[in-house]
Each structure stands twice: as structure tokens, then as C-alpha cells.
């Protein structure tokens, strides 16, 4: 039966091709267009029916090319619409994507882009441009004054050279951010502070790769603290999931962060010299946008995602006009607004880093070469792994922040000479709850709803 409905929807299309003028600007609905198409040139084209539902494309017939991946590009472009091969024949479609390029397309504004600045005095330049408009886009102009409340810390545990103890903090007035603080068991004199947001893997903060990484830098004489996204971890008590991608989710992890940095510098124990921020994946968007901001970072290693052509696939990484600065920017420019502090790139071979040692590092690497700096940036590709920050990206990350942050990597070795994450203890996920078990801890001036805090955040920034 279904050819003779193809050759129905054929001829009343034709019908309808030779009634249209430019009067109606020859408008054709979506649904019939791609059904033209899919015969027109023998193919199958699969999407959800409420991404075409009541679209029309006005010069529908004017739009079609002998290619057929042109003529899809000109119909769908229209739309917001991409498409993506999925075999012989067969194509899919989906809501364009904003934050994902092509990779050539990617790798031509990267290069255009370093075309700008050849030597320190120009890239100063154009960091000076940017560092101000990243504020500004922010919305973050003029930093709201923090809330005078204290930290709330509970329940501490005492593990293998380390220990934790969990904490809320009051970010804006009625919002808070949660996560765990973990310490070397014996503290002497300053130690290092070390940043970790987490990123979008599944369980956050409380899953074993962020405590391995945490405990273990604990154990090689740091202060870490592992915190959660907003609208996520406990984040949830106040926020449902779906404000996460809201576009001032990217504000408030920076707020977050920000604050949790003030409290952190405030510890009589912490040295202000000696600061770090890591992160994988959103989080690594993160560490590289937050180095941007705040010179009291001194060492930075963001994993798995510098890319000339993936901006991040959620709104927390560039919900705000961030990368539309300076006549637009991307995330190595980002990332090289960190020379020549010290900043480890890792990569690997199988998500959007891939190319990472043949387009992105070489045009980091040129920053800090105009401050002969070179030796302080490094990248450690791993081209047979995958999307994650598993051991050897944990190992790389360590030996990086041994090195330029002066720890004794020693500390964490066993008797082979081999790092060992072996003495770590895995926590169950209710063990790093600030706010009790079903969250009836949770202050009761904390907001609840989304459109409070849009409310609280703008008399904030505008007091």
C-alpha cells in the first residue's frame, strides 16, 4: 500500500508546485518536502514527527539541488533543522545544534582566530578584550555581595591518609551549594587547593573515578573539593533537573565556584599561591572558563574536552554569550587565557578531542610560546581511549599537579614505584549528603523554585 500513497503525495505535491507563486512564496508544509525528497532521490529519511510538526518552507522547490545533501541543507537550514548519515540511504534528523560545528569548520575559525596575535602585546590585547566581556556575559559585572552566613559542615570521616567531611554553602541568599572537603590526615604548614567540579556523567560527585581523583590528591597533601552542577546532586533539594539547562546554570556554577574558592583561600592551612582547578567534560569546560576569570588559579587541567569545532553540549558551558565575545571565540582561546600558568590538556581518541595534538595544543602552545613559557603546557593524548576521566587520565592529572604545585608524588606511590589508588575507600552515595538523608537538613530560607532564583539573582547583581 505504500507506494500508491508515495505517488499520491507525488502528484498532489506536483499539484500544489505549479499553484504556488512567489506570491505565496512558494510555501510548502515540512512533512510533504521531505516526502518529496525521500522519493525524488530514493532514500529514507527518519525523525521525530514533533520536530517537523506545523513547519512550512517557503521557496521549497526553489531549494533543490542535483546533490541531495545540498538540497537537505538548504530545506532543513531553514528549519534549525541538521542531518546525520546513518548508512546507505538512510539519514536522520535533528534540532540543530549551536554548539557543535563541523570539524572543519572548527578547525578554520581556530586558525583564523590565532591569525590575530603574534606575539605577547597582541595577545594581551585581545585578552584584554575578552576578559571583560566574559563577565559581562555572564551577567556577573558586578559580583553580588555573598551571603554572611557560615559553612555548614557535617559529618566527618576519617579515612586512609585522608579525611572528608561535607558542606553546604550559601552561594546567593536562599541557595546553596553542596559537596565533600578532602584533606591530608596530617596537615603541616600551607597546602595546595584543588578545584573539582564534576562533570555530566552519570551519579556526579559521588561516583568512584571523582573520589578516587579527590582522596588521592588528599593523600598527596591537597585540599580537594568535589562539588555538585547546579540543579544536580543535591543541587535537586532546590532545583529540578531540568533548570540545569537553563542558560544561568552557567552563571551559577561559576558563582558556585567562586565562592567556594573564598571559602577555601580562608582556611588558616590553605596557601593562596598554590590553587588548581580540574575537570572532565562540562567540568572541563568549566576549569578552563573559571582560569579564564580568576587569576588566583595557578594551575589548571582540563580533560576531555578542549575542541576547536564542540563548544559543549549544554547550556551550563554556553548558555551565555560567553564564545560570542570578541567578535566570537572558541574554547582554545579560552584555554590559553591560562598562560603561562601551568595547564595540562587531556585527550583522547574518541570523542571531539580527538585532534586535539594536531589542531588545538599546537595553537595553545604558540600563547605560551610568546611568554617562553613552553615547557609549562603539556598535552597527554590517549588516542585507544574513550569519553571518560578513568585511571591514566587520574595518573596524568596527579603527577601534572605534583610537579608544578611541589608534592612529593612519593606519597601516593607504592612499593613498586607505581601510583596506587588501591588505598581509597569508595563511599555510598548517601555518605556525601550535606543535607541528611531525605534533605531535612536543608535551611529553611533555602528557594524552591527556579523563578525565585531568577528574582534573587537579579536584585543580587543589581543591589
Excluded at 556577573?140 to 579515612?159: F, Q, T
Excluded at 562540562?282 to 574536552?305: C, E, N, Q, W, Y
Excluded at 595544543?361 to 574513550?386: M, T
Aim: proline fraction near 5%; hydrophobic fraction near 35%.
Amino acid at each position: 500500500m505504500k507506494k500508491p500513497i508515495i505517488i499520491l503525495i507525488v502528484f498532489i505535491s506536483a499539484i500544489n508546485s505549479y499553484c504556488q507563486t512567489s506570491d505565496d512564496q512558494y510555501k510548502k508544509p515540512l512533512k510533504l518536502v521531505l516526502d518529496e525528497i525521500q522519493n525524488r532521490y530514493d532514500i529514507q529519511i527518519r525523525y521525530p514527527e514533533e520536530l517537523i510538526k506545523d513547519k512550512w518552507v517557503t521557496y521549497a522547490d526553489w531549494r533543490y539541488r542535483p546533490d541531495l545533501e545540498k538540497t537537505l541543507t538548504n530545506i532543513l537550514s531553514s528549519q534549525d533543522i541538521t542531518f546525520v548519515k546513518e548508512g546507505d540511504k538512510k539519514y536522520k534528523l535533528k534540532s540543530y545544534e549551536y554548539y557543535r560545528w563541523s570539524l572543519e569548520d572548527g578547525k578554520e575559525q581556530a586558525e583564523y582566530l590565532a591569525s590575530k596575535y603574534s606575539d605577547a602585546t597582541s595577545w594581551e590585547k585581545r585578552k584584554n578584550e575578552l576578559k571583560p566581556c566574559f563577565w559581562s556575559a555572564l551577567q556577573l559585572k558586578h559580583l553580588p555581595e555573598w551571603p554572611v552566613s557560615e559553612p555548614l559542615i557535617s559529618n566527618v570521616r576519617k579515612m586512609k591518609g585522608y579525611t572528608i567531611e561535607n558542606f553546604a554553602l550559601e552561594t546567593l541568599p536562599g541557595v546553596y551549594v553542596c559537596g565533600s572537603l578532602y584533606r591530608p590526615a596530617k596537615i603541616q604548614g600551607k597546602i595546595p587547593v584543588m578545584l573539582c567540579p564534576n562533570g555530566h556523567w552519570k551519579d556526579g560527585r559521588y561516583r568512584p573515578d571523582q573520589q578516587y581523583q579527590c582522596a588521592m590528591l588528599a593523600r598527596l597533601g591537597t585540599v580537594a573539593v568535589s562539588y555538585d552542577l547546579f540543579a544536580w546532586g543535591e543541587s535537586q533539594l532546590q532545583f529540578k533537573e531540568e533548570y540545569h539547562r537553563k542558560s544561568l546554570a552557567m552563571t551559577m556554577q561559576v558563582l558556585n565556584s567562586l565562592r567556594i574558592l573564598d571559602y577555601l583561600v580562608s582556611l588558616d592551612y590553605a596557601d593562596p599561591q598554590r590553587i588548581g582547578i580540574t575537570g572532565g567534560s562540562g567540568a572541563g569546560s568549566h576549569a578552563m572558563l573559571l582560569t579564564a576569570l580568576d587569576d588566583r588559579i595557578k594551575v589548571t587541567v582540563p580533560a576531555v574536552m578542549l575542541s576547536s569545532y564542540m563548544y559543549g553540549g549544554c547550556p551550563c558551558e554556553s548558555g551565555m554569550p560567553v564564545h560570542l565575545c570578541g567578535g566570537g571565540t572558541n574554547n582554545i582561546e579560552l584555554a590559553a587565557m591560562a598562560a603561562p600558568r601551568p595547564q595540562l590538556i587531556i585527550s583522547d581518541g574518541k570523542d571531539w578531542t580527538a585532534n586535539v595534538p594536531d589542531i588545538e595544543f599546537p595553537l595553545l602552545q604558540k600563547v605560551y610560546e610568546f611568554y617562553g613559557k613552553n615547557d609549562l603546557v603539556k598535552n597527554v593524548h590517549f588516542p585507544d581511549e574513550g569519553h571518560d576521566y578513568g585511571p591514566s587520565k587520574r595518573i596524568a592529572l596527579y603527577e601534572f599537579f605534583a610537579l608544578h604545585m611541589s608534592l612529593d608524588i612519593i606519597k601516593i606511590k607504592n612499593k613498586s614505584g607505581k601510583i596506587d589508588e588501591s588505598g581509597v575507600t569508595i563511599e555510598k552515595e548517601f555518605a556525601m549528603y550535606a543535607f541528611g538523608l531525605k534533605g531535612e537538613k536543608l535551611p529553611a530560607n533555602a528557594i524552591k523554585s527556579f523563578e525565585e532564583l531568577e528574582k534573587v539573582f537579579e536584585h543580587a547583581v543589581n543591589k
